[in-house]
């Protein structure tokens, strides 16, 4: 029974790159949270997401950042052209419902050089 | 706004002592409280949760937690550490009606051999 998979583990890109963060949610979870915690502080919320939609994205930065979660597939977080304040873990979580418990994947650390 | 204050930063304790972390939120009706850990370089695994009843909880790894409303707070605890629980500690709330976890800044445990 796979729990939130989430890759790459690490991801290093050069300033102006993109990155392509994936998640998988655990089996049977329609819901998907992204969230990203910057060294030294806790995790601040980003965008929460069900199948083909966008349920709130109010934690997104306007600019630069997208997330979908397609019919079939992974969940994807964008992030356009990278800048070095870009660098933090990122983690996803999956619940049954928006008010279950929610289960975390192992994060994605990225490193903006 | 809501939010969740844990005030203590690190806490270190010896091996076999107890240990308490706190956490108070500032919501006016009862959210729904729990408590994550985070292992160095690892995702955050759910040690507890409370979403009503009884008031003190028990939790995986021997911890527990006591919700008290009146003083808005729901302490992790455990009567006796061992080394492996050294990790960081993360209480978050959900505000009913809604789904966004909300996050203390962490409490990092220390364990004194």
């Known amino acids: 029974n796979a729990g939130v998979m989430q890759n790459p583990r690490h991801l290093v890109r050069r300033r102006g790159q993109e990155a392509r963060l994936r998640c998988s949610p655990m089996?049977?979870?329609?819901?998907v949270y992204w969230y990203r915690q910057l060294p030294e502080e806790g995790l601040k919320f980003m965008v929460y997401?069900?199948?083909?939609?966008?349920?709130?994205e109010s934690g997104m930065p306007k600019e630069r950042f997208s997330a979908e979660f397609p019919k079939e597939g992974p969940s994807i977080l964008r992030i356009q052209q990278v800048v070095r304040g870009d660098s933090a873990a990122y983690f996803c979580?999956?619940?049954?419902?928006?008010?279950?418990?929610?289960?975390f994947g192992p994060g994605t650390r990225l490193t903006v050089t | 706004a809501q939010s969740v204050t844990q005030p203590d930063i690190h806490i270190t304790v010896s091996e076999g002592a107890s240990l308490e972390l706190r956490c108070n939120y500032s919501?006016?009706?009862?959210?729904?409280l729990f408590w994550y850990v985070q292992s160095p370089g690892q995702g955050l695994q759910l040690l507890l949760k409370?979403?009503?009843?009884d008031t003190l909880v028990q939790g995986i790894k021997g911890f527990e937690a006591e919700f008290k409303r009146s003083q808005s707070s729901f302490n992790l605890r455990k009567p006796s550490v061992h080394w492996s629980d050294a990790a960081e500690y993360f209480c978050?709330?959900?505000?009913?009606?809604?789904?966004?976890?909300?996050w203390g800044a962490g409490t990092k445990l220390i364990i004194k051999p």
């Open positions: 979580a999956s619940s049954l419902g928006g008010k279950n418990e929610q289960y």
């Open positions: 997401l069900q199948k083909e939609n966008i349920i709130d």
């Open positions: 409370y979403f009503s009843g």
């Open positions: 089996k049977g979870h329609s819901h």
């Open positions: 919501y006016g009706a009862t959210p729904y």
């Open positions: 978050a709330v959900v505000v009913d009606s809604n789904y966004q976890l909300i």
